[in-house]
């Protein structure tokens, strides 16, 4: 098992640098200067410019620039942002946990019912509920997330008055982070009812955020549910006289998972993709919106960091999921 | 060590206790724990920095005001200037020496790492200027030190000296007479840092924290910035002017339109700036809701180059302006966003010209002009249009296919061109177009900050901000006059003359002044929309 993480995190090395590679010129190909990017009407002189492309080392060869960013990225260094002169590493972790603690909530949302939503489905295959299911499922996919999200926030906050608008906690509390993640912070606090605000501003961004996932797990679960279902073991289950839900719930269930754990793998890269829109509608501060920003005012080091960042996550994730498998089904443990 | 698991173990207690009081509190939904008089204000983005004078965005200078004061100030709601940290000031004869005599028992805020020792004196005013102005202020280059709108304004050819005469007394000496100057010390720019702040932070080897955790005199006290999400501010209980009548200002930040709109409705916050120009109506229609407009400090316009054939006759660029359907272009780009402009100034500026009528709508006039010309038709000619939208003009592009399709009625036939933003910019002030669309967001609500940056012969150069490259000696003169005359009541003369010369010309097809509104909760009292953008919240209060 350990020579397995070894060797799958050996591999990682070529991917990480490539990703740096394509970050890096990537980024660079957007027209626009970073120094003008940040002038208004008036511009900037010539002088200006040039000193301060200078100042940023942006007057070097290309392949100059990236052997400087390579050698500090080596001492763990991700640079400074251009705009706020501070450390993209802090401004990252800094933003990071809202990103996570969002994602999470979206995606417990979205297989505690698109799984039972996915079953349900399967055992009544062809029935008006299975068909009911999978068109709620194959509407969510499609819906934008933008109007979905302007819709829930007038249904239930305009009109009904149940949820908060955006944000993260109602601006009256004044919360101090600790952990980054409000609803470890708010109950750390002085003021632990505040739990509940926080509680509250997460239904509609999670939802939003969770809608898609969810729409793909409930899919995904039903047909892998109805390929296990058909499988002789689950015959033979029956036949031995086993209760239909003790069949269903534990001996099908484990078997479907295995492809439904991969596309919930998968589905973290979907969720940062979606925390985009999702965050800049609920102004939500994590780190979506954040590098949406970094990449309109050409923060070049924010831009690279942010990627880096955001796809180590992906991978890791990725990498936690192929060895999850084997947990679930001992066929394919990873030992040879 | 010990320390630390302490300060687990008293986490983990409260932690339990927390717990429990939560679950006793899950039938109902917790309150929040204090309402004092609290104004949440949805503010549209994140600053890069709480030092205005590093920044050039009203973002960053909305987020920094309320901490600050400058030695003067602009009367909210105008664009005309009151004294502020000075309590007042003496010019010389010749206009090259302002002395300011400072106010007494000015206190500075006190955080957690900075207890001020001292009320603010001349020793602040020095170390503020100079960090922007002299190379050799320790400060100078902390925080990426660019200090564009110092530079901007002209400050570094204006000044010649900043002289501290006594503890209360600043005395500024220019190379030049400059009316302008004493608007320019209004703007965020020359906003009154603590040197005492600064060189305690020096010595604990955090200078940039000055410009991140800022310490000011203003009305309310910086409390905590979290990005993307809030900034807290608390009122300044020893305010030199009187405690601010909030408690408590809140910037909720809210960069989405709709979701800005949304919260006003829903009661999070009571004032939402830039809203969506469709929403417009709708909020005139809500109850709770005022909404309040103004036009904005910008102009909207297309420049003629004025070196370029045909457009060098004067003949020619009134006939343009009669060929161009104006109310159309407001109509179907601007919608209840803007409002046709007449003169290069907006109306909010004084000195403003009401006598002069605009050109009309007038196809065949113009034909008649340009025979009269001798202009051979058809012509080919191109029409410059920003990428980007701004304040004073939405959508550059479809501006420029309006007019094409107007100017082909009367025999020009032109191409639309665009650029990258730098890009656009630069060649346009290069004067490589024919017809560029730009504008214009001002700065000091001088007319100034608009004639003679935009029209003044000195800005006609190749790179110069004067995209009609127009220069009119006339015009100059005036507008050169002006600067020099502290006077106001005679620099107003100067100005509209100067406004009259500008419209018989025609430089400038002018388009728009953007219509700014800003949906406000009813309970909110005394805001006043500022027509320099800004937004302030010192003498708000809430029913």
Redesign the interface.
Known sequence: MLRYIASRLLVLVPTVLGIVLLAFFLVRQL???AV?????????T?E?LAE?RHALGLDRPLYEQFGAYLGQLMQGDLGKSY????PVID?FL??FP?TIELSIVAMIFAVVIGLPAGILAALTRGSVLDHGVMGAALAGYSMPIFWWA?LL??LF??IL?LT?????L?????I???TGFMLID????D???????AL?HLILPSVVLGTIPLAVIARMTRSAMLEVLGEDYIRTARAKGLSPFRVVWVHALRNALIPVITVIGLQVGTLLAGAVLTE???????VG??LI?AIGRRDFPAVQGGILLIAVTIIAVNLAVDLLYGLINPRIRHQK | MNLRSGTLRT?AR??A???A??TT?LAG???????AK?L?YCSE??P??FNPQLN??GTSFDAARPVYDRLVDFVPGTTQTRPGLAESWTVSEDGLTYEFKLRRGVKFHTSKTFTPTRDFNADDVLFSFNRMWKNDSPYHGV??G?Y?YF??MGMNEMLKSIDKVDDYTVRFVLTAPNAPFIANLAMDFATILSAEYADAMLKAGTP?KVD?EPIGTGAFTF??Y?????I?FKAFDAYWAGKPKLDNL?F?????A??RW??L??G?CQVAPYPNPQDIEVMKATPGVVLMQQPGLNVGYLAFNTQKAPFDNKLVRQALSMAIDKAAIIKAVYGAAGQPAVNPIPPTIWSYNKDITDYPYDPEKAKALLAQAQVTLPLETDIWAMPVQ?PYNPDAKKVAELIQADLAAVGFKAKIVTY???EY??RC?NGEHQMCQ????GDNGDPDNFLYTLLGCDAARP?G?NLAKWCNKEFDDLVRKAQQVPDMAERTKLYEQAQVIFHEEAPWFVIAHSLVSEPVSDKVVNYKLSPLGSHEFKEVDLK
């Open positions: 027209h626009g200067d003008e990017a940040r002038s208004g009407e008036r511009g900037i010539a200006q301060r705009v706020t002169q501070r401004e800094e933003l809202a302007i926030i007038v906050s305009n008055g908060p608008v955006s944000g993260r109602d601006v009256l509390y004044y101090e982070p600790t708010t109950l750390l606090s003021e632990p009812e505040s739990f509940w605000s509250r800049t509608i609920f102004s939500w501060p994590g919106k954040w920003d | 986490k409260r932690l206790l927390a717990t009081a939560a509190l939904l917790g309150g929040p724990a204090f309402a609290t949440v983005g994140s890069e920095n050039t965005t925080s990426g660019a564009d530079g901007d940039e991140q409390v905590q979290q990005k993307d999400a809030i807290r809140v909720a930040i809210t960069t989405d709709s979701t949304a919260k409705k829903a999070e701004r990258e933003w730098g910019r630069k002030q730009l504008g214009w967001t790179g901000g």
